[in-house]
């Protein structure tokens, strides 16, 4: 299965999906107005014509970026489309010379196997905070741990 850059005509698609894995938690709700200002940060995976798998590489500064919307269908799991998806907002990064992406997930050791690092929330530009507040377990109860990869040698 095969990793694409996603069309405008995808965002709808896009957006549902999201917002079915953001109603079990999975990951942050999306408005469709935000899917579609950001279409070009996604890629997808298909399967026969459905999207399966997204991510999107939303860049926060001159220096960092963010792995987001990193989600495969829950029935095709374990076949390699989360690491496809991730390999594809790293080189993305790699392209644009970003030395360093960070996620925030509850799924720690998924990117520790691609290079991520743990790091303490306050490593993080401020303005990663801002779509925290759309979260319902902000601020007491958030789980998701800060992971970072740095790409370039020089960049920590």
Known sequence: MKV???KITDAREVYEFIRKYASKGVVLPRPISEIYEKIREFFVVRKNRKIIGTVA???VWEDIAEVR????DEKMRGKGIGKNLLNAALGEARKLKIPKVF???REPEFFARFGFKKVSKNKLPQ???ADCINC????DHCDEVP?????EKNSK
Do not use: D
């Not at 919307?69 to 495969?72: E, G």
């Not at 319902?136 to 601020?139: C, D, E, I, K, N």
């Not at 992971?147 to 790409?151: Q, R, S």
């Open 103 to 105: 996620a925030l997930t």
């Open 69 to 72: 919307s990193l989600i495969v």
């Open 127 to 129: 303005k990663v905070w």
């Open 147 to 151: 992971v970072i990869i740095y790409l």
């Open 57 to 59: 590489l939303h860049i």
């Open 136 to 139: 319902p377990l902000f601020p």
């Open 4 to 6: 694409e850059k996603a």
